[in-house]
């Protein structure tokens, strides 16, 4: 499997996809951006937050629970908290269909843990380089870019993926964070 090939058409989609949120997002904040993929790596999801649906949901958040700061910090980082899943349809089709048929038919031309690590890292990876190429410097400096797999308990590798995307200050903020429950 070609995940260079994977890693390049992964960023030229998110580039893509990223650009027209932007656009329908273009009188509000973006404080964050996301992909995501399942443990098998058979798909790959967007996700965006904006600063008002980050308020709205910490101000719904503490009205239940006001002694509990530390959503917060869960509501920033937890893309599946953010309400703004990207239709990836769009911009991922060809992407998730290949992973999916791959995943399905258990045709790999790698070992599974290789090639799901594989698919994992492209996506890092696609990321990071839209960050090295200055793709994000249009927003705040808060704006957090992530890449989760949900349900996974893999810490070590979310902390890795977090600072590879991350300038230092957010990073260390996320780390200390996850460090505070384990």
Not at 161 to 173: A, C, D, F, G, Q
């Amino acid at each position: 499997m070609n995940f260079v090939k994977l890693q390049a058409e992964i960023m030229f989609e998110c580039e893509k996809c990223f650009t027209e949120v932007r656009e329908k997002y273009i009188d509000e904040t973006i404080c964050g951006y996301a992909l995501y993929s399942d443990s098998d790596a058979s798909s790959i999801g967007v996700a965006i937050n904006t600063k008002r649906i980050l308020e709205n949901t910490i101000a719904k958040d503490q009205l239940n629970d006001p002694d509990d700061a530390e959503d917060e910090m869960y509501f920033i980082w937890s893309p599946s908290e953010w309400g703004e899943e990207i239709d990836t349809v769009k911009y991922f089709t060809h992407i998730t269909e290949f992973l999916s048929n791959k995943s399905i038919n258990e045709d790999y031309s790698v070992p599974f843990n290789e090639y799901r690590n594989g698919v994992h890292e492209a996506c890092v990876a696609a990321l990071e380089l839209l960050v090295k190429n200055k793709f994000f410097d249009k927003d705040e400096s808060d704006c957090v870019i992530v890449f989760t797999i949900p349900g996974s308990e893999d810490l070590e590798d979310e902390i890795k993926w977090i600072k590879r995307l991350n300038n230092e200050k957010l990073s260390s903020e996320y780390e200390r964070w996850v460090e505070s429950w384990i």
